[in-house]
Structure formats: structure tokens, C-alpha cells
């Protein structure tokens, strides 16, 4: 089955909360914040005990040097979809750790980008 990474179910997060995201858009950041990445950003919410919480915007910034050396190495096409994917696998790894949960804006490591690429990464 495939994956929807435009709309999608993630969690549970630390406090046990479903989230769901919206892909919004994705662009290269040097137009924007004059930054070398590949933007992709979701609207994030969760249903709270008085009903749906507030929306809330996530920019994953996607390093372009980064995503050059992942293309090389993997063979995989650097396209738009394969970033949404990425940027989507992100977003799932921070609401079920907590991890950057409180930021909107987050730029990924090589072992960031590693991780949402599915690379076993080193215990």
C-alpha cells in the first residue's frame, strides 16, 4: 500500500495524542529566508478533551548540500516527492519523540536526513 504523505495520522506522541498533518508546500528556501534548503511545510493538529486544538504550522528545512550527498549515495532522484517524504517521515519521528515538537522551524542534520530516508542508523 502506499503512503500518503500529503494528509496523514501520526503518533501517538509522548502525552498520547493522535496528530494529524496536511502537506501545505513545499519550495527552495533561498527565495524566502535566503537559506540553502528545500522547504516543506504542514499544518499539524490534535483533537484535545474540548475538541480539535489549534493548527499549527511546521516548516522541515532540508539542507540542500545534505540532500546532494543522501541522492549520491542512495541513488534515489533528488525530486519533489522524495523531499515531501522526507520532510513527512520528520514530522512523524517529532510528534512520537517529542523531539522539536515546540518549533516551527526545523533544519535536519545528515543523520536526520538519514533517518526519514530509512537508513539504519548507529546504536
Known sequence: MAE???R???GPDPFG???????????TAISIRHADTVDVKFSVWTAGPLGIEDRHEKVIALPHASLLELSGRTGHPLTDPWCMKLGARHLQ????????LEKNLVTLSPADLERAAGIPQPA
Open 17 to 27: 495524542r493522535m496528530w494529524q498533518a496536511e502537506f501545505r508546500w513545499l519550495q
Open 8 to 10: 496523514f495520522s501520526s
Open 4 to 6: 500518503n504523505f500529503r
Open 93 to 100: 519521528h517529532m510528534i512520537a519523540s517529542g523531539e522539536d
